[in-house]
């Protein structure tokens, strides 16, 4: 069983930046692929960026400039770092592990972290 946890999340003035973490038990991110999802309520899960089992990064054609996706093995986490955060970036952000890359998309896997709730405002 694959647990997941993020952390991170935060309430921040716009422009500023925050690291988010994802950490797995029970299976290394060596063997599966992830992604990091947000989801405003109301809204469809939209994906900002991930990595392949491999260590291949995929972004979002939006997330590219914002966004930075890191992973240390050691401690089996998986971070994303957001950067010149925005009003439009108010979302929960959730880490999902063991789906697949499937062209520009991704095929969600079964394990989902709570979330973590990014708030940007002044």
């Known amino acids: 069983q694959i647990q997941v946890v993020e952390s991170g999340g935060g309430l921040v003035q716009p422009g500023g930046s925050l690291r988010l973490s994802c950490t797995a038990s029970?299976?290394?991110?060596?063997?599966?692929?992830m992604a990091w999802l947000r989801r405003v309520p109301g809204k469809e899960f939209e994906l900002v960026a991930g990595?392949?089992?491999?260590?291949?990064?995929r972004y979002s054609d939006s997330a590219k400039i914002q966004f930075t996706i890191t992973r240390d093995t050691s401690k089996n986490t998986v971070y994303l770092q957001i950067d010149n955060l925005k009003p439009e970036d108010t979302a929960v952000y959730y880490c999902?592990?063991?789906?697949?890359?499937?062209?520009?998309?991704?095929?969600?896997?079964?394990?989902w972290g709570q979330g973590t709730q990014v708030t940007v405002s002044s």
């Open positions: 029970g299976s290394s991110f060596s063997d599966n692929d």
């Open positions: 999902n592990i063991g789906g697949k890359y499937a062209g520009s998309g991704y095929l969600n896997g079964r394990y």
């Open positions: 990595l392949t089992s491999g260590g291949n990064i």
